[in-house]
T-cell receptor, first 112, second 112 residues
Framework: DQQVKQNSPSLSVQEGRISILNCDYT??????FLWYKKYPAEGPTFLIS?????DKNEDGRFTVFLNKSAKHLSLHIVPSQPGDSAVYFC???????????FGSGTKLNVKP | DTAVSQTPKYLVTQMGNDKSIKCEQN?????MYWYKQDSKKFLKIMFS???????INETVPNRFSPKSPDKAHLNLHINSLELGDSAVYFC???????????FGQGTRLTVV
């Protein structure tokens, strides 16, 4: 039973445009959400996070939005660059759990 | 300077063999994890250790035995390997309160 879901396995975007990656979760106990980026043959790399007390967190070209009532978060990348092409994993955690629940990932392809 | 390193990167072995994967982190984190990425690409928690103590064991067969000689190391030993154990195994570490975790590059295990 997957508590974190990424329903889009892939996304293709033109360079310079916005990339929007979506993630849904089911457990209302989650209070911390993260996005990871993964290149082939490498481990996931932390990208950006958001606490449940916020609804937006921005870091350069990356912004994460959290909608607690909908149990939904999204990652916006603008402008998208070819180097952003990777698999993006959404993850959630809670102080009570001391572990991360991951989605299945969305493969982003940014076309030059 | 690699923050979380795991060895080997690739491991091909026959069914029934026993093998180990080693993991070391130089970040001073208190918590270490083993995750398995299965064929459907989900990253699933296997074990979590905090200060050398096992705190999470997620319905993993007894053939898998983690060992933490100190809080900078968490090794994974697998007995009597089966075909279904083929996957990519990731080691990770974080501070106790499970904010962002740092991952190793992964070990691709292939059982033939």
């Amino acid at each position: 039973d997957q508590q974190v879901k990424q329903n889009s396995p892939s996304l293709s975007v033109q360079e310079g445009r916005i990339s929007i990656l979506n993630c849904d979760y089911t457990n209302s106990m989650f209070d911390y959400f993260l996005w990871y980026k993964k290149y082939p043959a490498e481990g996931p790399t932390f990208l950006i996070s958001i606490s449940s007390i916020k609804d937006k967190n921005e870091d350069g070209r990356f912004t994460v939005f959290l909608n607690k009532s909908a149990k939904h978060l999204s990652l916006h990348i603008v402008p998208s660059q070819p180097g952003d092409s990777a698999v993006y994993f959404c993850a959630a955690s809670s102080d009570n759990f001391n572990k991360f629940y991951f989605g299945s990932g969305t493969k982003l392809n940014v076309k030059p | 300077d690699t923050a979380v390193s795991q060895t080997p990167k690739y491991l091909v072995t026959q069914m029934g063999n026993d093998k180990s994967i080693k993991c070391e982190q130089n970040l001073g984190h208190d918590t270490m994890y083993w995750y398995k990425q299965d064929s459907k690409k989900f990253l699933k928690i296997m074990f979590s250790y905090n200060n050398k103590e096992l705190i999470i064991n997620e319905t993993v067969p007894n053939r898998f035995s983690p060992k933490s000689p100190d809080k900078a190391h968490l090794n994974l030993h697998i007995n009597s390997l089966e075909l279904g154990d083929s996957a990519v195994y990731f080691c990770a570490s974080s501070q106790v309160r499970a904010t962002e975790a740092f991952f190793g590059q992964g070990t691709r295990l292939t059982v033939v």
